[in-house]
């Protein structure tokens, strides 16, 4: 006589081979700091700030962005790839209104979308700076200078496939962290001098000199 398999024994039989495999996560993360100097008084660049429905699309290009009701919007950055393995980050950012001259962005969901494989928690804030200039800025008496310093703080979570995770873990790390610094940079570089010179345009104002600063930790 042939046995019975146990009801509860069956259950958990399928329970198993229903439950979808997960793959395991790779965990990447950076602090960029990074500022762009305003040759203006800290309430005029806060103005501009304040109104990024006027600009932040058109100095994001050619990123795509998308809005999402009155302060986010769908960031789509652009294809890039390691190791035989190439995404397009898809995030949501929500531009949070200013408080004592330091504004905030953060991760927001984008509606009907699921990231293939990978997840990014980005936090960033920027702080308006006013200071007098120097003789070497060459500005008119009177004039201020605004720096906007930002700090980004961003943690990037992918699922590879199979072939990847078949490679050695050092060098997942080591070429994901070089990927995502390439990423910060250009897209920094990029939006920084569009902003500076679409501001300066705006208010018919002397464009700075370019500066640079990158810290990365």
């Known amino acids: 006589m042939q046995a019975q398999p146990n009801d509860r024994t069956f259950d958990s039989f399928v329970d198993i081979v229903a439950e979808p495999t997960i793959e395991p996560t790779t965990k990447f993360h950076t602090i960029f700091v990074d500022c762009m100097e305003m040759y203006a008084d800290a309430a005029m660049v806060a103005r501009y700030l304040d109104n990024h ?24 950055i652009g294809n890039y790839g390691a190791l035989g393995y190439e995404i397009e980050p898809k995030i949501g950012l929500d531009l949070l209104p200013q408080q004592e001259s330091v504004y905030r962005i953060e991760t927001i ?16 804030s920027m702080e308006l700076v006013e200071h007098e200039p120097t ?10 200078i605004t720096r906007v310093q930002w700090h980004l703080d961003l943690t990037v979570q992918i699922q590879f496939p199979k072939f990847i995770q078949a490679l050695p873990k050092s060098l997942i790390q080591a070429t994901g962290e070089r990927l995502l610094d390439q990423i910060i940079r250009q897209v ?11 501001f300066h345009s705006t208010y018919n104002l002397t464009i700075p000199k370019t500066q640079r600063r990158w810290f990365f930790q």
Not at 188 to 198: A, E, G, N, P
């Open 109 to 124: 969901p984008v509606p009907g979308f699921v990231a293939p494989g990978y997840d990014v928690d980005f936090r960033a």
């Open 188 to 198: 920094s570089r990029r939006l920084t001098h569009k902003v500076q010179t679409d």
């Open 53 to 76: 429905s006027e600009w932040f699309r058109r100095c994001a290009q050619p990123m795509k962005a998308d809005p999402i009701g009155n302060t986010g919007y769908i960031l789509t």
């Open 135 to 144: 003789e070497e800025d060459g500005l008119d008496n009177g004039a201020k």
